[in-house]
């Protein structure tokens, strides 16, 4: 999992495969939890691209998808939003959760 930040957001997002992001603040414990969550997710998802941002170092993005509560994952296909997930997810959830957005 990469991490982004605000000057190469809008470019990772307008990938025409789906780009997964976790929405994340260093201070959030849930959050932590999420991490090898996904990171597992990703191994065993093909086609898809995922990102973490830190949503205290870049404020302005959570403001603009109106990311209130971390953890929040935002699927993006072609700079729009698929779907999003809210909070901390068991890994069959979030594996679903990409693969209905990857379709």
Known sequence: MKDL???DFDKTINSKKLVV???FAT???PCKMLRPILEKVEEK???V???SLDID???EIAKRYRVFSVPTVICFK???IVDSLVGLNPYDDVLDF???CNK
């Open 5 to 7: 930040n605000e000057k």
């Open 21 to 23: 992001v976790d929405f």
């Open 27 to 29: 201070w959030c414990m």
């Open 45 to 47: 998802v093909e086609g």
């Open 49 to 51: 691209t995922f990102y």
């Open 57 to 59: 170092e870049n404020e």
């Open 78 to 80: 072609a700079g729009e």
């Open 98 to 100: 990409v693969n209905r």
